[in-house]
């Protein structure tokens, strides 16, 4: 199958669970104070700071040096940022894609990166050829869909987008968020019966973003000891390879 141009649309089906999702990430929209996911919030610096030092690390054991040269996927792909994160560890703009179900996301991040391939889909529906893929970056896309078919048939999706010597890198909540119905934390258990023949490796990051933003906004030194305790942390850094 062709890759789709940036500007394609995929068509996606009139699934309850789509429409759940797109509602969910309308309210949010409404609901979420301005700035609330700026860099210039301490806490979403420090954690993104610590996540990008958490994937550097991943690449570094399994040997990779650079992105160059390896072809990108990145579901659920928001406004864009990680894309854009990607080309810092060397991926060229002609080899990363990114895919989002909400307009609105869709808009920004075509808007801030017109050189990328950004295109509107369904994660459960993946609009690109088996083995395409030397990675597939998934972020906090799981927690947001609460039918576990669903669930599994993205998994699969990736799956069979992903060469057979790739791997997915999975950021995202282990932990249920009691102030949000609509996130779902996904434990290791789920994320090993999601991918009951691949190789996954586990790391825990981000202080609990309640308290985390406390924390990191008197005190930096304090939320990195949090962090590096894993106590309080929230979500799994995932490194999942194919068996």
């Known amino acids: 199958m062709e890759t789709p141009s940036p500007n394609s649309e995929t068509a996606t089906l009139p699934d309850p669970e789509l429409q759940r999702i797109r509602a969910?990430?309308?309210r949010r929209r409404k609901e979420t104070p301005p700035g609330r996911y700026a860099l210039f919030d301490p806490f979403n610096l420090l954690s993104l700071h610590e996540r990008e030092y958490a994937i550097a690390s991943?690449?570094?054991?399994?040997?990779?040096?650079?992105?160059?040269?390896?072809?990108?996927?990145d579901v659920g792909c928001g406004r864009g940022r990680m894309l854009r994160w990607l080309l810092e560890f060397g991926a060229d703009p002609s080899l990363i894609y990114?895919?989002?179900?909400?307009?609105i996301h869709l808009a920004e991040a075509r808007h801030r990166s017109p050189h990328l391939s950004i295109v509107r889909g369904n994660a459960a529906e993946l609009p690109f050829g088996s083995s395409s893929f030397d990675l597939v970056h998934q972020a906090t896309v799981f927690s947001s869909v609460l039918d576990p078919l669903m669930k599994r048939t993205i998994a699969s999706e990736m799956l069979r987008v992903l060469k057979?010597?790739?791997?997915?890198?999975?950021?995202d909540f282990f932990a249920d968020n009691p102030r949000n119905p609509d996130v779902r934390g996904v434990s290791r258990k789920e994320i090993h019966d999601l991918f009951p023949t691949c190789r996954i490796q586990l790391r825990r990051l981000t202080v609990a973003p309640p308290i985390g933003?406390?924390?990191?906004r008197y005190s930096p030194l304090l939320y990195e000891v949090l962090s590096r305790t894993k106590i309080l942390c929230t979500h799994y850094l995932c490194v999942i390879a194919k068996g």
């Open 24 to 26: 969910a990430y309308a």
């Open 58 to 73: 991943v690449l570094r054991e399994l040997g990779i040096g650079s992105l160059n040269g390896r072809k990108v996927l």
């Open 98 to 103: 990114g895919l989002d179900l909400v307009d």
């Open 164 to 171: 057979s010597d790739g791997f997915i890198l999975w950021y």
């Open 213 to 216: 933003r406390v924390v990191a």
